[in-house]
């Protein structure tokens, strides 16, 4: 099997299904590859209510047809986790750990995204997946009836809780600062009655022996008063650290972990481009990701064609 392409597109989020259209519109052989199922972050997202055109949906639903476009355009998807991408000038090699696969590009999109932060607390290791989760699409229904702790206070902190609160008999979220989401669903969120809100708090561990029972946690104010929540489950939502341990080795990321890329999204590697929440920008949205995978896919098939020249 010839496993070499025009365009490897690593990650298949908003950011790199939209390079993926692009590319295979503009006549490039194009293989998108994800270690999971295609959508990215986009998927943990109960309601989308700003993408253009879009109306109100999930972004399961809006991942849903991202995808199907890509497979309507004959864009080849497999499941594979990326280790390590070599520069071998202009072929580029990819390296999975699926059964040692191995791909050749010419070019290569890294879309890979971001992964949810941790706390680093005492317990959170030991519940993480049972008790402790960073998705409530995915694992809310589980606690319905129950009593859920929210750690977080930005637009994902509280458009989950938002959701959490509808089906929970009691809410409590703990952030660091206050609220700092949309204020419009800030206010939503502090009308509805089985919410408790602790602004200026630091988590200091969760409790338990056989199941996670508590939150423990302290003011960060003067008073540094402590206090303890009983809960069934935990939601943490304290942002995001880029997904590019892979790319570690191509000397494009920065201090904090992201790919630095130009206003065509090219790296400082030639034929390696970035897009979406992986490289430096200033707004991290669905349709900022678009925007960075069409720039990516038009600069990537630029650079392939120069190849051929």
């Not at 309507?72 to 070599?86: A, M, Q």
């Amino acid at each position: 099997m010839d496993n070499t392409y025009d365009i490897v597109i690593v990650g298949a989020g908003p950011a790199g299904m939209t390079a993926a259209i692009y590319a295979v519109r503009a006549n490039m052989n194009v293989l998108m590859l994800d270690r999971l199922s295609p959508g990215g972050q986009m998927i943990n997202t109960n309601e989308i209510e700003n993408y253009t055109g879009a109306g109100k949906l999930s972004g399961a639903e809006l991942a849903i047809k991202m995808f199907e476009h890509t497979q309507e355009l004959g864009v080849e998807f497999d499941y594979k986790t990326v280790l390590d991408i070599k520069n071998g000038g202009p072929i580029k090699t990819i390296i999975c750990e699926e059964e040692d696969t191995v791909y050749k590009a010419r070019a290569v999109i890294l879309a890979t995204g971001t992964v949810p932060r941790r706390l680093g607390v005492p317990g959170e290791d030991q519940w993480a997946g049972s008790g402790i989760s960073w998705c409530a699409i995915c694992d809310g229904a589980q606690y319905r009836d129950k009593e859920v702790v929210v750690i977080g206070g930005g637009n994902s902190a509280v458009e989950e809780s938002i959701y959490l609160a509808g089906i929970c008999t009691r809410l409590t979220i703990v952030t660091m600062f206050d609220l700092t989401a949309d204020p419009k669903a800030c206010d939503l969120l502090r009308k509805m009655d089985n919410v408790t809100i602790y602004p200026y708090q630091e988590v200091l561990e969760f409790t338990g022996t056989d199941r996670l029972t508590g939150v423990r946690f302290k003011s960060t104010k003067e008073d540094a008063v402590e206090r303890y929540v009983p809960c069934d489950g935990v939601f943490e939502y304290i942002g995001f650290q880029a997904s590019s341990q892979a790319f570690a080795g191509l000397g494009i990321v920065d201090r904090t972990g992201c790919i630095e890329a130009d206003a065509r999204m090219r790296t400082s590697v030639q034929g390696i481009f970035g897009a979406g929440d992986i490289t430096v920008k200033h707004l991290r949205q669905i349709v900022t990701a678009c925007s960075d995978g069409a720039v990516a896919a038009n600069s990537a098939a630029s650079y392939v064609e120069s190849l051929k020249q």
